[in-house]
Every structure is written in structure tokens, then in C-alpha cells.
Antibody, heavy 122, light 110 residues
């Protein structure tokens, strides 16, 4: 059974870079059927797609975050990572990693990691 | 402001049938499939319905989905206390070239 687990810093100072890693177990991140995604949820609010990486290594990002986001993969560790730079308090959220079904049109995510809260504060 | 529009809340008594709507446009729901997620309190979202009407294994058949034009609906029949959760719809948006979510509906079992 595929499982995903987020890890990384829970507290980031304004203007610095948020860095998170998602470790995938129970399956290979190199499968050509899926993509690997980051989604966030500000406290008390709804879900926002951040971006994903296709099995080929190419990426797609939310246009509203594109200038600040990088998603990368480490296939040797079966992990993929998120970097979001120049963070502000508006980036405070629970960050989820998830597997996406499909190659180009992806809105079906299953399973999800448990999520990790990242707070942006000095 | 979410691209997909859902009512903020819905409620019902145990055993009742409740429906949650999700309204979009021709660039998202009108042209692509809809998925539904259930988020229990304090937990991560979980896929509940995919491709408009399909249930992943393990999801009770009390949950059903439908789509017509630029709108979709999630129905919960035989409402149970453990169904109390937030429900989100999602679809690909051709204009934004990415997935979009509804704002979420909080379902309360009275």
C-alpha cells in the first residue's frame, strides 16, 4: 500500500525559503502512470494546488506561485521535494504531498500524506 | 475566492440523504471530470469519488457522485455521524492549466 510522508522545517522566517520533502513508500516514484504533487491548506481555509512533477521529471506549477516554486525529485531515495522562496505569512499552511493520477490532466489525488504545518513567522 | 463554488455548509439528521453541489464553468467541470475529497477533522483529505461517479475501493456505496453540464453533486444517503467532515470538489481547469478545488462544504450531522 502506497504511503507518503512529508518532512521539513515547521517554522520559516519571512523572506526565507520553505523546504519540504515527501518520502514515498510501498511503490516507486518512477512509475510512468502517476505524477507527484504538492497541495496546501491555510488554517481554516480550502485546498490550493502548488504544483507537480511528472514521471519524466518535467514540472507544472500553479501560475500564482510559479515564480517562487521549485519541485524536484531524488529517485535514489524515492523522494520528491518542494522549495518555496520569499515566503510571507500568507504561505502559512498545512502542506500535503499526494500522488496524482494521469500524465497531463491531473486533478485526482490519492493517496495523500498526513500533512505538515509550516508557519511563517519571525 | 475558489474557482469551483460549493455551499459553505450542509446538514442532516442520521439516516437522511444530503446533497452537496459544486458549480463551475465550461473550462473546468464542463470539459473535465470531477473528483470529490472527504476531510475528516484533523486529517488529510481522502479521495471519495473520482471520475464523476466512481468510488475507490473501501468507500461505502452511501456516497455517490453525479455531473451535469458545468455542475456536479455529491450525495450522501443513510447519513451517519462519522460522515461529519469537510467535502471538496476538484476538476482540471483548461484555462488555468491546472487542477482547481471548491471552497469546501462542512457537513454537520445533527
Amino acid at each position: 500500500q502506497l504511503q507518503l510522508q512529508e518532512s521539513g522545517s515547521g517554522l520559516v522566517k519571512p523572506s526565507q525559503t520553505l523546504s519540504l520533502t515527501c518520502t514515498v513508500s510501498g511503490g516507486s516514484i518512477s512509475s510512468d502512470t502517476y505524477s507527484w504533487s504538492w497541495i496546501r491548506q491555510p488554517p481554516g481555509k480550502g485546498l490550493e494546488w502548488i504544483g507537480y512533477m511528472y514521471h519524466s521529471g518535467s514540472t507544472s506549477y500553479n501560475p500564482s506561485l510559479k515564480s517562487r516554486v521549485t519541485i524536484s525529485v531524488d529517485r535514489s531515495k524515492n523522494q520528491f521535494s518542494l522549495k518555496l522562496n520569499s515566503v510571507t505569512a500568507a504561505d502559512t499552511a498545512v502542506y500535503y504531498c499526494a500522488r496524482g493520477f494521469g500524465v497531463l490532466i491531473i486533478s485526482r489525488f490519492d493517496p495523500w500524506g498526513q500533512g505538515t504545518l509550516v508557519t511563517v513567522s519571525s | 475566492q475558489s474557482v469551483l463554488t460549493q455551499p459553505a455548509s450542509a446538514s442532516g439528521t442520521p439516516g437522511q440523504r444530503v446533497t452537496i453541489s459544486c458549480s463551475g464553468s465550461s473550462s473546468n467541470i464542463g470539459d473535465n471530470t470531477v473528483h470529490w475529497y472527504q476531510q475528516l477533522p484533523g486529517a488529510a483529505p481522502k479521495l471519495l469519488i473520482y471520475s464523476n461517479t466512481q468510488r475507490p475501493s473501501g468507500v461505502p456505496d452511501r456516497f455517490s457522485g453525479s455531473k451535469s453540464g458545468t455542475s456536479a453533486s455529491l450525495a450522501v444517503s443513510g447519513l451517519q455521524s462519522e460522515d461529519e467532515a469537510d467535502y471538496y470538489c476538484a476538476a482540471w481547469d483548461d484555462r488555468l492549466t491546472g487542477p482547481v478545488f471548491g471552497g469546501g462544504t462542512k457537513l454537520t450531522v445533527l
